[in-house]
C-alpha cells in the first residue's frame, strides 16, 4: 500500500478524534436497548451530516439503522457501527467501542477515496439490535449487504485474557446458535381436589429439561445447550395448563447447531407425548457461525503495530454468538477482538466490563483498530489481486458451510 494513503487515512482518524471521542461517550452514557437506539442513531445522523457526508437515517426499513456511504464505482465495503445496550448493566459488550472504531475506519477510507481521486465505495452502516434482537438479519433481508466486497467491525474483550503483549485477536471463530421457544399446553385442575383432572404442562418442561441434560453427554465438547423457563405456572393448588421454555443451541456451523436442534426438538416431544401436553415451536433470530476470511485477518495483522496482534490465539478471546455470522455467509468478513483494561472476573457481559468500556484506553485501542480495519478496507478497494484472491476464498469456504464444515 502507497505510504501516501495510509499517511491521509491515518491523518484524517486523528484530525476527527473529538468527533470519535464524542459519539463515543454519547453512546455509552445513554444506552439504549434493541431497536430503541434512537440517541444514537441521532447522534450519528447529526455529526455525519454536519462533516459533509450523505446520510440515510432509518435505512432500510429500520427505525434506529442508518447508512452513510461515500465514492462511486468500483468495489464496496462496508463497516458496521453496533451501539444498542443491555438491559440493567449498560455498554457491558463495549458497543461504543464497536461504533467508534467503525466510525473512524469510515473516516479513513473515505479521506482517501476523497484524495485520491480513485473508484470504490465505503459505507458506515448502523446496525442495531445485535444483543439478541437480530439487527443485521433484518439488514440482510433489506439488501444492506447486496454488492458489498467486504464487511468490518472489531469488537472488544476482556484485556486480562490478553498475554500481556497482545492487545488483539485477528481471526476469531463465533458458534452458530439455533433459538427456540417451546409451549405446552395440558389441561389446568385443582391440584388437591381433582388432580387426576389435569394434564401438567410443567411435568413436561421438566422432564424435557432432565432428557436435555443427559442428552449433554453425548454432544461435541464445542456445542451448547442452555435454556431457562419463560413460564412454569401461577399458583401450587393450580395444576400448570401452559408452560413455556426459551432455548439456545450452538455449535461450530450453522449447519451443525441446527442438526443439534433436531435432537434437543426429540426431547421436548418425548416430553409432550409422556405427559399428554400439546407442544409447539416458535423460532427466534438464530445467528449463523462466524466465518472470518483469512485474507482480511492477515491483511489485519500486517496492518497493526507489529507484534501486537495474534492471528488465532487465544481461540476462546470471545465465545457466544453474534449476527455478525450471517454477515459472513453474504460476503467476506471480518470480526476481529481487542483487548481493553479489564480485571480478572470482568469478562463481556459484566459491571467491570460497562466501566472498562468507558476508559480513555478503551476508546484510544478502539481508534487505533479503526485505523488498522482503515488501512485493511483500503487493500480491499485498491489492491485487485488480493480482492480476487479473498473473493476465491470466501466461495471456497462456503461451499464448506454448505456441507456442514
Not at 478471546?317 to 470482568?346: K, N, Q, R, W
Amino acid at each position: 500500500m502507497a505510504q501516501q494513503w495510509t499517511s491521509v487515512i491515518e491523518n484524517e482518524i486523528q484530525a476527527r478524534n473529538a468527533e470519535i471521542s464524542s459519539i463515543n461517550h454519547q453512546i455509552h452514557s445513554n444506552p439504549e436497548l434493541a431497536y430503541e437506539e434512537f440517541k444514537a442513531h441521532e447522534a450519528f445522523v447529526t455529526i455525519l451530516t454536519s462533516l459533509g457526508f450523505k446520510v440515510t437515517p432509518h435505512a432500510f426499513g429500520l427505525e434506529t439503522s442508518f447508512s452513510a456511504e461515500f465514492g462511486s464505482g468500483g468495489r464496496l465495503v462496508v463497516f458496521n457501527a453496533e451501539y444498542d445496550a443491555l438491559p440493567g448493566i449498560g455498554h457491558a459488550c463495549g458497543h461504543n467501542l464497536i461504533a467508534s472504531a467503525s466510525f473512524a475506519s469510515f473516516l479513513g477510507v473515505a479521506a482517501a477515496l476523497k484524495a485520491s481521486g480513485l473508484p470504490g465505495r465505503v459505507r458506515l452502516l448502523g446496525t442495531p439490535a445485535e444483543e439478541g434482537g437480530g439487527g443485521k438479519l433484518k439488514l440482510i433481508a433489506a439488501g444492506a449487504y447486496k454488492g458489498a466486497s467486504a464487511a468490518l467491525m472489531v469488537h472488544p474483550g476482556p484485556g486480562h485474557n490478553l498475554p500481556s503483549h497482545i492487545r488483539g485477536v485477528s481471526f476469531v471463530r463465533m458458534l452458530a446458535n439455533v433459538k427456540f421457544r417451546v409451549h405446552f399446553t395440558g389441561k389446568e385442575s385443582h391440584a388437591a381436589i381433582a388432580p387426576w383432572d389435569g394434564v401438567n404442562a410443567l411435568d413436561a418442561v421438566c422432564l424435557s429439561y432432565n432428557a436435555i441434560s443427559m442428552l449433554r453427554q453425548q454432544i461435541r465438547p464445542y456445542d451448547r445447550i442452555h435454556g431457562i423457563f419463560r413460564s412454569a405456572g401461577d399458583r401450587p393448588n393450580v395444576t400448570p395448563g401452559n408452560c413455556c421454555v426459551e432455548y439456545y443451541i450452538r455449535s461450530q456451523t450453522r449447519a451443525q447447531a441446527e442438526a443439534l436442534w433436531q435432537r434437543v426438538l426429540k426431547c421436548f416431544e418425548g416430553a409432550a407425548l409422556a405427559t399428554g401436553c400439546q407442544m409447539h415451536t416458535e423460532p427466534l433470530n438464530s445467528y449463523a457461525d462466524v466465518r472470518p476470511s483469512a485474507s482480511l485477518c492477515k491483511a489485519y495483522v500486517e496492518a497493526m503495530p507489529e507484534g501486537t496482534v495474534s492471528y488465532d490465539e487465544p481461540k476462546d478471546i470471545l465465545a457466544g454468538s453474534t449476527d455478525m455470522g450471517d454477515v459472513c455467509y453474504e460476503c467476506p468478513g471480518f470480526h476481529g477482538v481487542f483487548g481493553i483494561g479489564t480485571e480478572e472476573g470482568s469478562p463481556n457481559h459484566t459491571k467491570g466490563f460497562t466501566r472498562a468500556a468507558a476508559t480513555e484506553d478503551a476508546f484510544a485501542r478502539a481508534v487505533e483498530c479503526g485505523k488498522g480495519m482503515a488501512l485493511v478496507g483500503w487493500r480491499v478497494l485498491t489492491d485487485d489481486v488480493f480482492a480476487d484472491e479473498m473473493q476465491k476464498e470466501w466461495e471456497a469456504d462456503m461451499k464448506l458451510a454448505a456441507q456442514g464444515k
